[in-house]
C-alpha cells in the first residue's frame, strides 16, 4: 500500500489544525471522505437527482440505476446471495433496531433468552433491552476474559434451547476485540436460535462473507468506511426478511392501498419506506470501489501493523493504562494516570491530533474496566506509523502539561 498516494486522495488530510499538520485518529467514529465518494455525491446532484422508482423521465431513470446499482455492488461486497437482502437505512443503529422491532418482538417471548455481551456498542443493547422489557424474555451476558476477549467455551456453555437470538459486535469499538462470529454462529445455530452481527466496525476494515459467516443479520455504516453519514445497510437472510413486518410506513414501500388496508411491496423495498438516501447509496457505491481498489485484506493488514506499533510505543510512557486483548483491531484505548481522558483529548487536538475521548457509546463496558471514560485513538489506510510518533510525543507533552509527577 502507498500510504502516501492513498492519503493525498482525501482532501480534509491535507489541512492544518491549531496550527500543525491535521493527524486523524478518529476513524472508528467516523472516517474520512476519499475525492471520490465526494465527487460521485456532487456529481448525482448536478448531473441525476431525482426520485427512484417512480418517475420515467430521463433523471428518475439514472437516479435509479445508481441506487440499484448501488444496492448490488453492496451485495457483492459482502457476499450476499441476492440483492433482496440488502436493505438500505440510515447506518447501523437503525439496522439493529429493525430486526429488534420486527423480527425479536414477533419471535421471542416470556422465558426465552437473548445472549450478549458486555463489550457492545449501546446499539446493539439498549434494543434487546426493549425487547426484553415487552417480551418477557431475558438478556443473558457472556463473560469477558481479562483481556476482553471472550471464549467460545462460555458461548458453548452460555447458548441453550431458551436461547433466541445471539447478538454480538465483530469489532469491539472500545477494545479493538475481534470475535469469532463464523464460529459462535455455528454455536447459535445448533439451537436453532438467530445470529445477529453489528458489523459497524467490521466491514470497514475486514472482508466480510456473510455466507461464510453464515449468520443471519448483519449491520453496519456507510461513514465509517469511507462512505457519507446517514447511509447504512442491514443484511438479511431472504426466508426471515420475508416473514418480517416492516416497522415504517408510507409511500415508496407499499403495493396496493385501499381505505382500511394495504400489502407491502416485496423485497427490499418493504424495508424502505419514504425516499431513501439516494446520494448517500451512490456515495458508498463509490467507497466500496475505493476500498477494492485498496484492497481490504490490505487495509486490515496495514492497520493491524499499526496498532501493534503503537502498542509497542504506547507502552514506553510511564503511568499508562491500555485497555483490549494483544491482538486486535486498528485502534488502542487508553489513559493517563491522573489525567482525565477529555483533558488528554484537549492537549492533543491542541497539537492537530484528534482522538476520541468519553465513554464510547459503551457504558457498561466502561464500568466493567472500572473506569468513567477513556481516550481512543483509531486507524485506518491513511494513517502511519509518524502519525502514531506524534501521538506518543503529545501525550509525553500532556503529562508534562498537567505535571502529574510522572518521571
Sequence with gaps: MDIKAIKEQ??????????????????????????????????YYKQNNSNVHRGVHTLGSRATDQYEGAREKIREFINAGSTKEIIFNRGTTAGLNL????????????????????MEHHSNLIPWQQVAKVTGARLVYLPLQEDGSILLDDVKNIVNEKTKIVAITHVSNVLGTINPIKEIAEIAHQHQAVMVVDGAQGAPHINVDVQDIDCDFYAFSGHKMCGPTGIGVLYGKQELLENMEPIEFGGEMIDFVNLHDSTWKELPWKFEGGTPIIAGAIGLAAAIDFLQEVGQDEILAHETELAAYALEQMRTIDGIQLYGPEKRAGLVTFNLDDVHPHDTATVLDAEGIAVRAGHHCAQ?????????????????????????????AGLLKTKEYFGNGFE
Design 10 to 43: 482525501f482532501p480534509i488530510l491535507q489541512q492544518e489544525v491549531n496550527g500543525h499538520p491535521l493527524v486523524y485518529l478518529d476513524s472508528s467514529a467516523t472516517s474520512q471522505k476519499p475525492i471520490q465518494v465526494i465527487e460521485a455525491v456532487n456529481d
Design 99 to 118: 430486526v429488534a422491532s420486527s423480527y425479536a418482538r414477533d419471535n421471542v417471548g416470556p422465558d426465552d433468552e437473548i445472549v450478549i455481551t458486555p
Design 364 to 392: 457498561p463496558l466502561m464500568k466493567w474496566l472500572d473506569v468513567t471514560a477513556t481516550a481512543r485513538a483509531s486507524f485506518y489506510l491513511y494513517n502511519t506509523k509518524e502519525d502514531i510518533d506524534l501521538l506518543v
